[in-house]
């Protein structure tokens, strides 16, 4: 009689799929952020420059477009560029990998890219590769903390901090138990840069308001975790009383957490209410937009004027784009529900929201739009003694003054050295 | 703590019925390494068809119905076409993941249904799991169909000249297994995290499949083991509570693995098989050829 075992190389695959399943378990997506724009009054007509030369604006994105918000948004920039005007069209590629950023460069460049973009430092990084080859062409990636650049290969982020000033002030007026959570993705520069507006925000309205207002953050690891992110939202409210709850990763589980729990969620990258309907204005306090094609069109315009283009971009709420139907929009807007301004802080919070909190996000988002004040600028930069180890740059003694209120900080120091939270923050385990 | 416990729990109920499923195929002799992916279409269809009716008991069910489909075409390349079980199943994981993603991207985001009811703050599925547990011991090791399954995962020779149709039980196993997981994954979509986003279970089908050889086969160890593994779970989302600077929340979220690992060396051991060989079920992931 034939007798059976299960063979040992069986055991060895299946050691192997459990190791597989270890590496899923500790691996991340990656990239995340920004979000759809949103139509302002019209103010003024489109300008309609006369432009000959057919351009062809081209994006890699890295993750599938359609329900996300990160490439979504780019994608939106993409087609508003092209409606605007006739003698722009743009291309794209979807889920490009760093290992097909190139193949998928020289295929665009073939079918007439001019501008070839990737949206995501990962996989944009591997443009400046090509950028001598293909002198002619405009290339462009996101920056997440690397700040290569080459005459034609363009680094670029949008000043969302600026916004999430302004949701901080919100978030800090809403807050009954005093304690708002952060669903974080990793320390990072760019996370760290962006968790550093938003506590000056929560900072300066706990302090208007004269509340003691503590801002958790607990990190998921990943980008992307739908399943850790629900979970380190549901402790942050169990755990830590949390009544405001904000993110910064990219699945819609802790937006669901907020909305299951009755508490307020202040969003990130986009108006996921007017966009998306993810949630409505009950759970969502007030979110904000960011509008890539701020950015594609300065390169657009520097294709067009044969000028080289800006190596380094990272325009604020002071630049602004004109649609095609006249709608002029800022770089980034807090927007909620299809609306800009304080109109977008959701009509239920709104009376929760003390009168010089909204009058304080009012002026400094006009003053933030007229290039007048700056989160950044005003405010002294004290360390949490947490955050991010760079090469050569260790994580600033608890208590030090990084930066004096006031002083501007350069650019390149924001976008590659921003590396320890502002004092403020609990960083949990 | 009590919310801890409960989310351990609710944790620990997906890993038993992905799992109860996937020990039942194995009786039989057949392995399905693609539990992941049956509980990504089980979640993704079933979100999807729940959030389109409006009616959850149509979403649990079709995320039963794909998953035993699924189960059903494990059952036609490992038993019919006689392929590597391993191949098959892995083979619907990245079907599962691929297929999955792009069916569900358009359905991005939260379900948008009210929330199903808990009693005494557990989840009603908790119970289910349960009762799914002494149900699955009890026709196993109390029922001639049970007696009819192990055979075949055993001897299926023997089982075959005893007059029992080796492949048509393996093929009930295979479609029952499915259907478990489907079901598995849709509770995940339901209720557990009820927003869809691409790959979201990341990993917990790989947890189930695990939880088998951890538990040896035996459907309480099983549960056991689903509650252990739901608890580390929790823990490495939150070390600090219990074991503060012990260990990053990393290395506890590999524990499980890592206990599966050494049950696995444990039991292809011969010292194991010499004092307890009949665990491992003998006919487990060879196919099985009428002679």
Known sequence: MRRYRFPKLMYLVLVLLLLVAVGLAACAQQPATEAPAQEQPAEKPAEEKPMEEEITLAIEHFSI???TTWSGAHDRAGKRIAEKYPNVSYIYREEVGPDSTV?????????????????????????KDIADKYPQVI?????????????NFVRFFPRQYQALYLEGLVAAALTESGN???????????????????????????????????????????WYNPTEEREIAKTLIDQ??????????DSGSPLDVATESGIWYVGKDMDIVGEYGWSSTDTVAISFDTRWEVIYDRMVQSKLEGNPPETVMYPGMESTFTLADGTVETTVDIMNDGKVGVEAISPKALPKIPQEIVDLVKQRREQMMKGEWDPFTAHAFISNGTGLELEGQPVPEKGAEVKPAGETPTVEWLLAQFNFDLEGVTILE | MLAFL????????????????????????????????????????????AKITGNYFIGFMVGMGVG??????????????????????????????GMTTYIGNPHTGPLGLERLPTVF??????????????VVWFVLSKTGWGLNVRSVGEQPEVAEVSGLKVARIRYLCVIFGGMMSGFAGAVYGLYYNPVWNYNFLMGWGFISLALVFFSMWNPFLLFGGAVLFGLLWQLSLNPQMFFPGLASRYIWRMVPFIMTILVLILISSNWFRTRWGAATPEALGKPYHKE
Do not use: C
């Open chain 1, 180 to 222: 708002i959570g952060v669903v974080s993705a990793f320390p990072s520069v760019q996370v760290i840069r962006r968790q550093a507006g938003f506590t000056l925000g929560v900072l300066d309205g706990a302090e208007l308001l004269n509340k003691d207002v503590t801002i958790y953050v607990k990190y998921v690891g990943d």
């Open chain 1, 103 to 127: 193949p998928f460069a020289e295929e665009l460049i073939a079918e007439g890219a001019d501008i070839v973009i990737g949206n995501a430092e990962f996989m944009g990084l591997p443009l």
């Open chain 1, 65 to 67: 477009i359609e329900g």
């Open chain 1, 240 to 249: 830590y009383k949390v009544d405001v709850l904000t993110q910064q990763s």
């Open chain 2, 121 to 134: 703050e557990i989840s009603p599925f908790f119970f289910l799991a349960v009762a799914m547990v002494v």
């Open chain 1, 139 to 151: 290339f462009g990636s996101v920056i997440a903390s690397d700040l290569t650049t080459k005459p």
């Open chain 2, 6 to 49: 409960i989310r351990s729990l609710e944790a620990a109920m997906i890993f038993t019925f992905a799992g109860l499923g996937e020990l039942v195929d194995q009786r039989g002799g057949v392995l399905n390494v693609g539990l992941e992916g049956i509980m990504l279409f089980g979640a993704t269809l079933g979100f999807i068809a």
């Open chain 2, 68 to 97: 035993a489909l699924l189960g059903l075409a494990h059952g036609f390349f490992s038993i019919t076409l006689g392929v590597d079980q391993v191949v098959s199943g892995m083979g619907i994981w990245i079907f599962g993941f």
